[in-house]
């Protein structure tokens, strides 16, 4: 019988670990990407005796596919999807490929904003009492700690890229954080685009199933109103009391599934913001349905450290708190960002933008911000829209220069954050890359 043959297109972490775990299945497999796959990925596909080629796409072993994997950062724009698609080739994600090999429990975390912490902070909430594995955009692929590991408990962090590959995905319980406008150039510019492949998320979900939803969120709310959800509702919020789910209660959050109640005081959490309460829920309702104790959650709740490039403060210099905020590569992440500046605040913006609006910045850059620095390519949309908010507004396209000119303006007391709004490459590799340079050219102030 002839082996079924599965295209990997893109050779990075969900690449090869689709790679590793699409040989172990009996697949005979062939990966591609356009690009230069990294050597640790190289050794790794050739230790493993898997076909593989980069710096081109030759067409003719990739149409001769049963099944194609596509990473997430290939548009569904892009001529070669458009031809597999055109010859009735399936093309699915990592997460949808993995889950058919793996009977854990999946819990599932999406939105615009707070993916990375809320699925970090669960699996810490998690991991203290169950064997959990965290994966998705986030740590080793999931593909591969199914093969090597396989958990009986998976968070994903999952990205609308990789919930429009989906066919069958149905995690046990998805946790939908916010939606505001991000990545707009993937979905022709049109929002309820982006709307309807975050909600893709539940799709596949039974009345056995849980969807946890921010219940303050207009879009999301507006949304189930129109279209219906098989799953069992438990939102958030915290403005309103919620009978099944979780909210706030002065400066308690109570969480309530089947008239079992817990309560946590606010005051005690590690990471600060309101933003963070609603991630704090988020988290402690997926604990409290997998049935963690709830002392253990108001402990790990206290203790959790937070995620690099979130929010993360590096250094205090002459009384200046520099913040590495590199993470917020869209207008509602550094929203959040300036909501919880408590001090004049020298704010350093840009990079490449995805159709930004920034009316909503405006109040909190009138209020908190005292200087701003434009690091990127083309920053003509910055100048015109906050050019006359505040007195200093500079541009570089070095992140070094941009620390030294804010080291030169900030006074004591002042905070320095680098929060871009927008994504990195059109100077950086990738957002990672951004925040490691900014702590680097703080630590050598």
Partial sequence: ?????????????????????????????????????????????????????????????????????????????????????????????????????????????????????????????????????????????????????????????????????????????????????????????????????KFRIAENQTKEDYFIYDADDEVIESWLQQHSVQSTLLPFSLTKQIDNGAYLDQNNIKITIDNNQIIMPTANLALEGKHNIKNAMAASTVAHLLKIRKQTIRESLENFQGVEHRLEHVLKINKVQYINDSKATNVNATYYALESMDAPTVWIVGGQDKGNDYQELFQFVNEKVKAIICLGVDNEKLLKNFGNMVDIIVETQYMTEAVKIAYKIA????????????????????????????KDAVRNL
């Fill in 411 to 438: 006074k004591s007391g002042d905070n320095v954050l680098l929060s871009p709004a927008c994504a990195s490459f059109d100077l950086f590799e990738n957002y990672e890359d951004r925040g490691r340079q900014f």
């Fill in 1 to 197: 019988m002839k082996k079924e043959k599965l295209v990997i297109l893109g050779g990075g972490e969900s690449g090869v670990g689709t790679a590793l775990l699409g040989k172990e299945k009996g697949y005979e497999v062939f990966v591609s990407d356009k690009g230069i796959i990294k050597e640790k990925y190289k050794e790794v596909l050739l230790h493993n005796e898997i076909e593989f080629e980069d710096g081109q796409h030759t067409e003719t072993k990739i149409l001769s596919a049963d099944l194609v994997m596509k990473s997430p950062g290939i548009p569904d724009k892009a001529a070669l999807v458009k031809q597999i698609r055109a010859e009735g080739i399936k093309v699915i994600s990592e997460i949808e490929f993995a889950s058919n090999f793996t009977e854990a429990t999946i819990v599932a975390i999406t939105g615009s904003n707070g993916k990375t912490t809320t699925a970090s902070l669960t699996y810490h909430l998690l991991k203290q009492e169950l064997n959990v594995g965290l994966a998705g955009n986030i740590g080793d692929s999931f593909a591969k700690q199914i093969l090597e590991k396989n958990h009986p408990n998976y968070v994903l962090e999952v990205s609308s890229f990789q919930l429009d590959d989906i066919v069958k995905f149905q995690p046990k319980i998805a946790v939908l954080l916010n939606i505001t406008p991000d990545h707009l150039d993937r979905y022709d510019y049109v929002f309820e685009n982006y709307i309807a492949s």
